[in-house]
């Protein structure tokens, strides 16, 4: 069968300060690649809508499916999935993803018959079924499928994330990815789960509480194929393990693979692993992206870090030991206040990292979503995107954006200003000598992507695709917000089940958290 996968558009962030591969999409394709089928990917984050419109009518798939890892996609998403519909009345149309994986049934009452199924969990074990399904019938029969005749069977964890590779010879415009300075950049992924349960986050309930490692071996030789100088490790906290980046390390080193990298991970993991780190600045580590959330104990315990402020400032000394540039995020309470904005500025001035602001969020999938005592001031997906406010501010909502952008604003000039102007214009020229513009258009689009009257004006865009709401407000059983409920343990040498990070909580014996 023809087989079209799409991303949706950029999101308000990703127009300025990062566009990365869609790296699961590629995963997906390459395992309906290997299932026989030919399949062909749209990224609407660097391909235009009209060359989606053409290659609809001149590609003809049988089949559709659109990528969903944020909310804020769905209603362009929707809007597609209507478009193929009417052009190809026979196009099977499926969503997957992370997001959309916690609001299956929702969505496809919206969609209002122009999609036919939604895939919960992870997309590669479902693939082969799901496309043997559409073209033999059985659609029940497909694990984490959802559909207007009811649901398959529970979503599966992929078995090895060694396999298989992602099919990055299907995506066009490789350039057009970046992160920052690292112009062009691509992306691998180690490690998949996270064992801590940060009550903001839906990482660890998505996966179950699972977490699953590459093996050093795989992980190097599809680093050998990555032909761009950069690469982002997108590994939810990397090196967790420290044998395991050690073993990726000594891969690498033994092919003399040098590339400049960029990865996530916490302040305790650094405290505990520090030697891993400094290896892989050897290797060319350059960006760190540290989640401190907050600056202040309280703010730490609200959303359930399990560090403390000391931890985070320890960390940083660290980092900048160990000549690591560190990018800090901190999660902006609707809350906030004009002093405490004042108070966040002078800590990012304070600080020579990077710091980055996101709006807090309550998300399906997060336990916040259940618990936050404040009703949602809009239901519009387009404004689930960390950078809006959709619960109640506490200053005026204009007041609350104008804030927020002139705190965005410090920030910036801080690292883009006339006082580093010196060192963004080295690296301006690098880039562009290499024919990469990614970076030099980031310089001065700030002021039209972070903008309070645009981020105003978003309210009031007539909304035709609502989030739907809580079922409850209160705190739930884990089990309830998994979407993979029986996640595979993962084993050491011996075959026992290694012991969780300090600080994270044990899973069970079936690989949960305890609900308590």
């Known amino acids: 069968m023809r087989v079209m996968l799409v991303h949706p558009s950029a999101l308000m962030y990703s127009e300025l300060f990062l566009r990365l591969e869609p790296l699961g999409l590629e995963r997906v394709a390459a395992a309906i690649r290997e299932a026989g089928h030919e399949v062909r990917v749209v990224d609407l984050q660097v391909l235009s809508r009209d060359l989606l419109d053409r290659e609809l009518v001149s590609y003809a798939p049988e089949v559709l499916g659109i990528g969903l890892n944020y909310l804020a996609n769905i209603p362009e998403a929707i ?12 196009c099977f149309v499926f969503f997957g993803g992370h997001s959309v994986s916690f609001i299956a049934d929702h969505v496809l009452e919206q969609a209002d018959g122009a999609v036919d199924a939604v895939v919960r969990g992870e997309g590669e074990p479902a693939m082969a079924p799901l496309m043997a399904a559409v073209r033999d019938g059985g659609l029940k029969s497909v694990p984490g499928l959802v559909s207007t005749a009811g649901r398959g069977p529970a979503p599966l964890l992929l078995d090895s994330l060694d396999e298989p590779r992602p099919a990055r010879d299907l ?234 952008v002139r705190t965005q604003a410090v920030i910036n000039r801080k690292h883009l200003g006339l006082r580093t102007a010196a060192g963004a214009l080295g690296v301006l020229g690098r880039n562009l000598a290499r024919g990469q513009t990614n970076f030099a258009r980031m310089l001065w689009k700030f002021g039209r992507v972070y903008n309070a009257e645009r981020q105003l004006a978003d309210h009031a865009r007539p909304v035709r695709y609502h989030l739907p709401l809580p079922e409850r407000r209160a705190t739930p059983g884990r089990r309830e917000l998994y979407v993979h409920t029986r996640p595979v343990r993962t084993r050491t040498a011996d075959g026992t089940a290694p012991a969780e990070p300090d600080g994270a909580p044990a899973p069970e014996a079936d690989g949960t958290a305890p609900s308590g």
């Open 79 to 90: 809007e597609i999935a209507q478009m193929t519909k009417t052009v190809l009345p026979h």
């Open 171 to 404: 995506m066009r415009k490789r350039n057009r990815y970046f992160i920052g300075e690292l112009d062009p950049c691509a992306s691998i992924e180690f490690t998949r789960g996270c064992p801590w349960d940060c009550s903001f986050c839906s990482a660890w309930t998505f996966y179950g509480r699972s977490y699953r490692k590459a093996s050093p071996q795989a992980a190097a030789e599809e680093m050998a194929s990555i032909r761009e100088p950069n690469v982002f490790i997108v590994d939810d906290v990397a090196f967790i393990r420290p044998e395991h980046g050690d073993g990726i390390a000594a891969e690498l080193e033994r092919r003399r693979i040098r590339k400049r990298y960029y990865l996530e991970t916490r302040s305790d993991v650094l405290l505990r692993n520090e030697e891993v780190f400094a290896r892989w600045r050897r290797l060319g580590l350059k960006y760190m992206f540290l989640g401190m959330e907050a600056i202040d104990a309280e703010g730490l315990d609200l959303y359930r870090k399990r560090v403390s402020p000391d931890d985070n400032f320890r960390a940083l000394e660290r980092a900048r030991k160990l000549g690591i540039t560190v990018a800090i995020n901190l999660i902006v309470d609707p809350a906030w206040d004009e002093e405490r904005f004042r108070v966040v500025r002078e800590f990012a001035l304070s600080v020579p990292e990077i710091v980055h602001l996101t709006v807090m969020t309550p998300y399906p999938g997060t336990e916040v979503w259940h618990t936050e005592a404040r009703q949602l001031t809009t239901r519009d997906y387009r404004l689930f995107d960390i950078q809006h406010a959709v619960v109640p501010t506490t200053l005026p909502l204009d007041a609350f954006y104008r804030e927020l």
